[in-house]
């Protein structure tokens, strides 16, 4: 079917663009798998194809992109509902859709460098150059985002592009004109406009987001996107920087950088007071307002989680990190799912040594760096298929004698294809307790396996538990049995509810 796109110079039916259209439709199936594969592979032809003239290639690559546009939002929407896809099927959604976005986006910067060389039909493209960088910019940020969806490294390649575009853009001297890049809602905006929404999710610590809240949070970029602020030299609030020359990630502005012509310095802008408007506004009216478009309906809290994450990165000052990093250089025993850290914690302290064998489902992980708050570490390649952000683990350093119980808050992949994870630690100590309702008390042997996260009462005479998902309830006074000591325990909040566990507060009203 491809035969008349892969030859040295285009036959007669692609010169014939009515013809070309017919069989693009003929091929816009149903199946939007299948119609996403088959349009990059003719993407990846029309790149290899000779003898283009550049406004037929135009035409050709619009045929296909706006063809396929149902079908690559219908594919990221199935990706986000189904995180318990079979792996395989998963892995080929994710593939389909990267892959079409960067044929798509190396075909618009084919066509202009096919003008930057002066290429026969380049006059009659260039009135559509706003429109072509436009549609350059928002596939390389749909890359970015399909990335940070599977925790990958964003390609240096993809930084490249960013800045080769902006700069063209920015040389023609149409940057900040707004034109229509799709027909449709969100389809007018600008250069500059674009170039930011990708900047700005970058440095907005997308890698500690979970698939889900970082769909929200690129809709929320998105949303915000006219109102960042983009300067040629450093201003307040513009505290981060990009080398358009460079093909590096974005970064935090340091003291001393020297500001070359290619640097260009960025930040929140007005975005930043209209993120607070709008966590107003979602509070006041219990939901997001209805002229705000975050790819779908979500529940208010899971919103406003997403709101409050991206307001401390677009803060007037940047978020600092709360305590020091310190290198360091150990391993971690490492157990996923709260059952088999339940299993594990009891197994701990009943071993009346360190030198007790680890579960053997434990994974083996290298700490490069700890904290008061935690650690960072480098998962093996072969392990970790259940890892992902709000993940819970048991851990325990090498030289330990007991468990901690930590949660995964972000995961990024190195440029040895490593896991890189942030582990936040939950309380001083993980001990085996029993919980019942004080109205029905059972033996001192029964009642629901939890684990105490605190070794005493803090200032305000709570401690913190580690439940099972949809254990905690605002209104039951539980009983609390460690060993052989008893305490009534009256809730005071949850504080962080996930897939397979409730982290909540409690305060010791008496021991029993």
């Known amino acids: 079917m491809r035969s008349w796109l892969t030859g040295s110079k285009p036959d007669d039916t692609l010169a014939d663009i009515k013809k070309a259209r017919e069989l693009v439709a003929s091929l816009l199936g149903p199946d939007s798998?299948?119609?996403?594969?088959?349009s990059t592979s003719w993407l990846d032809s029309v790149i290899g194809a000779e003898g283009f003239k550049l406004e037929h290639r135009l035409a050709l690559v619009d045929l296909l992109d706006r063809g396929a546009k149902t079908h690559q939002t219908r594919l990221g929407q199935e990706y986000l509902d189904a995180p318990r896809l079979q792996k395989s099927y998963k892995s080929r959604l994710w593939k389909a859709s990267f892959g079409f976005w960067k044929a798509l986006g190396t075909v618009y910067l084919q066509c202009i460098e096919q003008f930057q060389a002066g290429a026969p039909g380049s006059s009659a493209v260039k009135k559509d150059l706003p429109m072509i960088i436009g549609r350059v910019l928002r596939a390389l940020n749909v890359q970015i985002r399909w990335t940070l969806l599977r925790y990958g490294l964003i390609e240096n390649r993809i930084w490249r592009d960013l800045g080769r575009a902006y700069a063209f853009a920015e040389s023609q001297g149409f940057a900040g004109r707004r034109t229509v890049i799709y027909l449709g809602q969100q389809g007018e905006s600008s250069a500059q406009e674009e170039f930011l929404k990708a900047l700005m999710l970058a440095m907005s610590a997308p890698d500690s987001l979970p698939p889900l809240k970082l769909h929200i949070a690129e809709r929320a970029v998105a949303h915000f996107g006219s109102r960042f602020a983009l300067q040629a030299k450093a201003k307040p609030g513009c505290y981060f920087?990009?080398?358009?020359?460079?093909?590096?990630?974005?970064?935090?502005?340091?003291?001393?950088?020297?500001?070359?012509?290619?640097?260009?310095?960025?930040?929140?802008g007005d975005a930043a007071q209209g993120l607070r408007d709008l966590v107003r506004e979602t509070q006041e009216n219990d939901g997001v307002p209805s002229g705000v478009n975050l790819g779908g309906n979500f529940g208010k809290e899971t919103v406003l989680s997403v709101l409050a994450h991206l307001e401390q990165y677009w803060a007037v000052k940047p978020l600092l990190r709360s305590t020091p990093r310190r290198e360091l250089a150990t391993r971690l025993a490492v157990v996923p799912r709260f059952p088999e850290i339940l299993r594990w914690t009891d197994a701990v302290m009943d071993?009346?040594?360190?030198?007790?064998?680890?579960?053997?489902?434990?994974?083996?992980?290298?700490?490069?760096?700890?904290?008061?708050?935690?650690?960072?570490?480098?998962?093996?390649?072969?392990?970790g298929d259940w890892l992902q952000i709000g993940s819970l683990l048991a851990l325990r350093p090498e030289t330990a004698a007991g468990c901690r119980v930590g949660i995964?808050?972000?995961?990024?992949?190195?440029?040895?294809?490593?896991?890189?994870?942030?582990?936040?630690?939950?309380?001083?100590?993980?001990?085996?307790?029993?919980?019942?309702?004080?109205?029905?008390?059972?033996?001192?042997?029964?009642?629901?396996?939890a684990l105490l996260l605190s070794d005493k009462p803090d200032n305000n005479g709570e401690v913190a538990l580690l439940m099972r998902a949809g254990s905690f309830t605002e209104k039951q006074t539980l009983q609390m049995r460690v060993r052989d000591k008893g305490y009534l325990l009256s809730p005071a909040g949850l504080i962080e509810g996930g897939e397979d566990f409730d982290w909540a507060r409690f305060t010791v009203v008496r021991p029993r």
């Not at 798998?33 to 088959?38: A, G, I, R, S, Y």
């Not at 990009?242 to 929140?268: E, N, Q």
């Not at 360190?354 to 650690?375: C, H, K, R, T």
């Open 408 to 449: 995964v808050r972000h995961v990024s992949t190195d440029s040895y294809d490593q896991h890189r994870v942030g582990i936040q630690v939950l309380g001083n100590v993980a001990l085996p307790v029993k919980l019942a309702p004080v109205e029905n008390p059972p033996s001192p042997e029964a009642g629901r396996p």
């Open 351 to 383: 071993a009346i040594s360190i030198e007790f064998s680890d579960p053997a489902a434990a994974e083996s992980w290298i700490v490069f760096n700890v904290s008061d708050g935690g650690y960072g570490a480098i998962v093996p390649r072969a392990k």
């Open 33 to 38: 798998l299948k119609v996403l594969e088959e």
């Open 241 to 268: 920087f990009f080398d358009l020359a460079m093909h590096k990630p974005p970064a935090l502005l340091y003291k001393g950088m020297t500001p070359g012509p290619m640097i260009r310095f960025f930040g929140s």
